[in-house]
């Protein structure tokens, strides 16, 4: 197995014992594998632990001309077809 191969499938989480034998002879993939597992188990971590807080809030602005648009919309298309 190639580092590209072996990469590729870190990415996309696939472990096999072909991928282990190749692990375990090439330094420079083990490390992306130990680096993608550890930032794996922060953002499961992360998603556990961090809740916004009450004041964060997102408004969207009102925008007077949507329904003006929304109409135009409406009354093009049929036109249109």
């Not at 991928?19 to 499961?44: P, Q, T, V």
């Amino acid at each position: 197995m190639h580092c590209e191969d072996a990469a590729r499938r870190l990415y996309a989480g696939e472990r096999t014992p072909e991928m282990e034998i190749h692990l375990s002879a090439c330094d420079e993939c083990r490390l992306l594998s130990e680096d993608l597992s550890g930032m794996g188990e922060a953002f499961a971590r992360a998603r556990t632990e961090w809740a916004p807080s009450p004041a964060f809030r997102v408004t969207i602005p009102s925008v007077p001309w949507r329904r003006l648009a929304i109409a135009a919309c409406l009354l093009v298309l049929p036109l249109a077809g």
